[in-house]
């Protein structure tokens, strides 16, 4: 009954997400959901892309948090609008929260929306907003067995930042080893090694990310 | 409706967590339950502290996890017994399948059972397993602004561990506002300042809760 349960809830969620996802291929917006867990780096990586992309392509932020609107009033103090999302109490976003966002914003003069998810390693990978793009972030100091224990989240991101690999030297995680990992979990991911702190990464990450969002203004 | 299902699910789970804590309490049994996001280092904590306690306290481990065994290995590798709990994508244990692992061990035997959480800073603390206490682990590369945005897990631990604080120097972690923010979410809290790497810190804590074992004993 459980199973039951949640099946029929991401049935409604999935037909939600199908609905943002006309929308955003009728107003030709690319949209990347971005996860990881607390603290692994999402706003501060966004912060520094943000610094690379906004006079390059027109963007809009949602931002997921249960409480507060820190994240969303860091994003704004760069000059690029962003939409608020508590979740009260709720783990991660959901298509309808995504819906409801929307309505805050003039999604025609939009090339990119970036949805920073509620930061949790498990369930926002169980649901589609109607993004474009999946992508995570796994901090250096999170360790490197992460990919084998969290495996959802590995295996839907078509894109991998490893962020703080300024902390290298301090750790004893294992890039290599990620990579085996991540070759046998997801072999088509795109691995970014970056550190929002210094940079380092960041517009590697930053001009593949400007490229998935022209082919679809341009498809 | 869906408020009133997560409601139903939660009364069901209280329910069991009730007998759970009363099991506990017949066999005088000291229940840790042990939470924090992916990564800030619950398992290298528990190492340390079995190293410490193990001679100390008859004590086994109940392993939550999504998936895989790696970290039941890593505390049945110090001779401690140890329980892995697969929940197949669930993002928290439940006092159900705390009950069912519950089978797996000899309670009688024991002064104390550590219950290392699934890796997740929101929905573990939402679920009583029928612990005695609840703490958790921050790592200082997640940042000092954990506390107000996912206060329920910091609300609702009786320790707080702040971890990786040989990384300090090379991070902006401050722990004077971290300290400030958690006097106004949860005062009482005890906070150790600790290093799982160096050992820092490791024996306040594990000196702490050889008390809390004890008094439980004794009562």
């Not at 930061?119 to 992460?146: H, I, R």
């Not at 301090?170 to 072999?187: G, K, M, Q, S, W």
Request: aromatic share 6%.
């Amino acid at each position: 009954m459980k199973v039951k349960l949640v099946s029929n809830i991401l049935d409604a969620n999935t037909a939600m997400a199908a609905e943002n996802r006309r929308r955003f291929q009728q107003e030709k917006i690319f949209v990347l959901n971005l996860m990881s867990a607390p603290g692994a780096g999402k706003t501060s990586i966004l912060e520094k892309t943000i610094a690379r992309l906004k006079d390059r392509v027109s963007m809009a932020v949602i931002e997921g948090d249960i409480c507060t609107t820190k994240d969303a009033e860091r994003i704004a103090a760069l000059g690029v609008e962003a939409v608020q999302i508590n979740t009260d109490g709720a783990c991660h976003l959901d298509a309808n929260m995504m819906a409801s966002a929307l309505a805050n914003l003039e999604l025609n003069s939009l090339d990119l929306l970036v949805v920073e998810n509620v930061g949790n390693l498990v369930c926002p990978a169980e649901f589609d907003l109607g993004e474009d793009l999946k992508a995570m972030v796994l901090s250096v100091t999170e360790g490197n067995d992460k990919p084998f224990k969290y495996p959802l989240m590995f295996r839907e991101s078509k894109a991998i930042l490893v962020n703080k690999i300024d902390l290298l030297p301090y750790t004893e995680f294992d890039v290599e080893a990620l990579r085996r990992d991540l070759a046998e979990i997801n072999p088509g991911a795109e691995v970014f090694l970056v550190s929002a702190r210094t940079g380092e990464g960041i517009e590697a990450w930053a001009s593949w990310l400007e490229r998935k969002v022209k082919e679809k203004k341009d498809f």
